[in-house]
């Protein structure tokens, strides 16, 4: 924890750390209703919701209903970690680089293409985005191939819905999703560390799974630029660089797509990439997780659950051989 001294030499704690009065008060009458028992496990999540919300951003507002089936218990990641400890390479390959960096994206106007086999191609602009579905809140664990975790309240809305509206003819057996790659807006995009744009990949049922969100905010607001701002994918049950960011075009293919990680290290990063505690990448365990946030001597790492706990995912998998498929 981060301590500043008050004029008198007496330690505080980091202002951000500080629970506001409101969310304080709010708190100690919800304790009162758990112990009577008239609360129920949606409220709880409700609660824990609003709590992170107070550690708040100041971007937009963008609020949206609690999904509870979709939502994950654990205690969220403070809004301050999850937005200055950032895997976005356009923008740097260090944590700290995309926060310090990504102002100098554009994120309107923003449109997203979404093409390839659909009967109903279409262009997408954000208006049209936010308004395609009603916007969820989805809690979701999102567990990074390099050993660390997050715990992230996202707002948006099943892939599938957008699906449903363009149409996939019976060619589409891939989604493929393409970031933006702008050298003017991204630094990094000059570096040779991965082939640009970033583009990753869904098998078709994977992308029609419920979980798999589109995204359009974290925190109940817009999302930050170093998170993927305005609008990324999330699929929980998989290593963190599967969800991509910042995306601008949305491609159904007949074919496996070249993505840019398993591109790079084809022996580390494989297409299916779902989290599995039963097969390590080549140099180091994949059986144990530091939640970010919970940092500290004292604290123990946890244990990686198969598809990062989301085993209603399974049935997708049923007869393959994960080992071979990582
Ligand atoms: N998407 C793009 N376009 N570029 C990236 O470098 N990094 C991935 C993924 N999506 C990445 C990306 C990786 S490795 C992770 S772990 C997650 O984003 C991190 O998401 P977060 O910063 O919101 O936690």
Redesign the pocket.
Known sequence: MLIQRSPNGIELPYSSEITPRAVFESRRGFIKQLALGSISSAALLEMAARDAHAQGGGNPKLPAKLNPAYSAMDKQTPYKD?TT??????FGTDKSE?AQNAHTLRTHPWTVTIEGEVKKPMTLDLDALLKLAPLEERIYR?R???GWS?V?PWTGYSLSEIIKKVEPTSNAKYVEFI??ADKSQMPGVGSRV?NW??V?GLRIDEANHPLTLLTLG?YGETLAN???APV?IVTPWK?????????VKIRFVKEQPRT??SLSAPNEYGFYSNVNPDVDHPRWSQGSERRIGEDGFLSRKRKTLMFNGYSDVAPMYAGMDLKKYY
């Open positions: 999850a400890y950032n895997n976005f390479y356009e995309p999102l990074c191939v390099e997050m992230i970031s933006l991965l744009p970033y990753e974290m170093q998170n993927g990324r290593y963190g660089f599967k969800s991509a960011k910042s995306i840019s990680w």
